[in-house]
């Protein structure tokens, strides 16, 4: 049992460059999120998926798509990359109630720097 | 809207002493609340969460916390520290709904 998985752990991107964030669990959570991670600001949720086919925004969704064709995964996507987007992303599941209400569970981050 | 205030960005705490992380929050209803845990280059793990119910919670690693709604506060405690608890440590506010809001972290350094 994995739990959450990320890939890659590093990435560095020019802007105007686009990436896909990969996020995968072997949990049958229903419910996935991706937040960003940056000094001083704690974790930010970016967008979230409340099971396969059925995603939304979170606080700061610009700049970024998700898709959730199955329960296991959930990418993450820079559209065009900013530097404003340099950042730890992190990806995390919880089982059976939306994020406020439920245990999350962690991917180890993907430290992403845009130059 | 619901918001996190923790006071200290960083404390540094002696081996074998206390150690009290202070976490205010604001939010309009009986809160969920929770702490986690990031060590150096890992993800976020969770040490306790508050529903409802009995105020002190025991979490892992010996640590507690204790809600107190007349203060708006969730601190977090552990009596004698160990040199792994270096870390830095996030209170989080919930609701039944997808926003979990986090505070912006104190970093514990833990000195021999």
């Known amino acids: 049992n994995a739990g959450v998985t990320q890939t890659p752990k590093f990435q560095v991107l020019k802007t105007g460059q686009s990436m896909t964030l990969q996020c995968a669990q072997d949990?049958?959570?229903?419910?996935m999120s991706w937040y960003r991670q940056d000094p001083g600001m704690g974790l930010r949720l970016i967008h979230y998926?409340?099971?396969?086919?059925?995603?939304d925004q979170g606080e700061v969704p610009n700049g970024y798509n998700v898709s959730r064709s199955t329960t296991e995964d959930f990418p993450l996507r820079l559209l065009s990359a900013a530097p404003s987007q340099t950042s730890v992303y992190f990806c995390?599941?919880?089982?059976?109630?939306?994020?406020?209400?439920?245990?999350?569970?962690f991917g180890p981050g993907t430290r992403l720097t845009v130059l | 809207a619901q918001s996190v205030t923790q006071p200290d960005i960083h404390i540094t705490v002696s081996e074998g002493a206390s150690l009290e992380l202070r976490c205010n929050y604001s939010y309009g209803a009986t809160p969920y609340l929770f702490w986690y845990v990031q060590s150096p280059g890992q993800g976020l793990q969770l040490l306790l969460k508050?529903?409802?119910?009995?105020?002190l919670v025991q979490g892992i690693k010996g640590f507690e916390a204790e809600f107190k709604r007349s203060q708006s506060s969730f601190n977090l405690r552990k009596p004698s520290v160990h040199w792994s608890d270096a870390a830095e440590y996030f209170c989080a506010v919930g609701a039944a709904s997808y926003k979990l809001s986090f505070g912006a972290g104190t970093t514990v350094t833990v000195r021999a």
């Open positions: 998926s409340v099971g396969a086919g059925i995603t």
């Open positions: 949990m049958n959570h229903e419910y």
């Open positions: 508050y529903f409802s119910g009995d105020t």
């Open positions: 995390a599941s919880s089982s059976s109630a939306p994020p406020g209400a439920d245990t999350q569970y």
